[in-house]
């Protein structure tokens, strides 16, 4: 089973701000890994999918990249509203299997 | 638009079953599979198992292998997940997500499921 690790679990910093969210798989997996973002009391938003392709509507300051085993979604210049927690997220096409990071908070500094 | 729309919270005592439905609408129900996720208070996300809405295939975490069963109406269009032999630590919001195979890309509101004698 893959693990996905994501680092740092919390980060401090400030609006304006360029953050840097790592998410480290245990063995090679495919193209399928996504980001989502997730406010308190919110059901999680995908942010990006296959790596590096930014969901509908979400803004260009965030993007994804990487491949094989190490992944990394940036946010160029934090919003107040960025402030979160990000899950990266892994899936085998078959059989299908889901997995997440432990996620990362992104908290004000 | 999409939307997937969630039963109501539930309580329940230890030992009992839940049933959690998703409705979808504003797309073709058949055409994607949907991914329950549930989350522990206070705690990061964690796969339940995936639904085919096309044909009814099923896969499901293993922790939860005996326990989960996952069933789709698609004369309504909803989606069922329902849990059985519940224990405390069950207690958590429950999500479905329509699963695109990249990601899992409309979610429901989520229903908080209370685990308590």
């Known amino acids: 089973e893959i693990v996905l690790t994501q680092s740092p679990a919390t980060l401090s910093l400030s609006p304006g701000e360029r953050a840097t969210l790592s998410c480290r798989a245990s063995?090679?997996?495919?193209?399928?890994l996504a980001w989502y973002q997730q406010k308190p009391g919110q059901a999680p938003r995908l942010l990006i999918y296959?790596?590096?392709n930014r969901a509908t509507g979400i803004p260009a300051r965030f993007s994804g990249s990487g491949s094989g085993t190490d992944f990394t979604l940036t946010i160029s210049s934090l919003e107040p509203e960025d402030f979160a927690v990000y899950y990266c997220q892994q899936r085998s096409n078959w059989p299908p299997r889901v997995t997440f990071g432990q996620g990362t908070k992104l908290e004000i500094k | 638009q999409v939307q997937l729309v969630q039963s109501g919270a539930e309580v329940k005592k230890p030992g009992a079953s839940v049933k959690v439905s998703c409705k979808a609408s504003g797309y073709t129900f058949t055409s994607y599979g949907i991914s329950w996720v549930r989350q522990a208070p206070g705690q990061g996300l964690e796969w339940m198992g995936w639904i085919s809405a096309y044909n009814g295939n099923t896969n499901y975490a293993q922790k939860l292998q005996g326990r989960v069963t996952m069933t789709t109406d698609t004369s309504t269009s909803t989606a069922y997940m329902e849990l059985r032999s519940l224990r405390s630590d069950d207690t958590a919001v429950y999500y479905c997500a329509r699963d695109l195979i990249a990601a899992l890309d409309y979610w429901g509101q989520g229903t908080l499921v209370t685990v308590s004698s």
């Open positions: 063995q090679s997996v495919s193209s399928y």
């Open positions: 296959d790596a590096s």
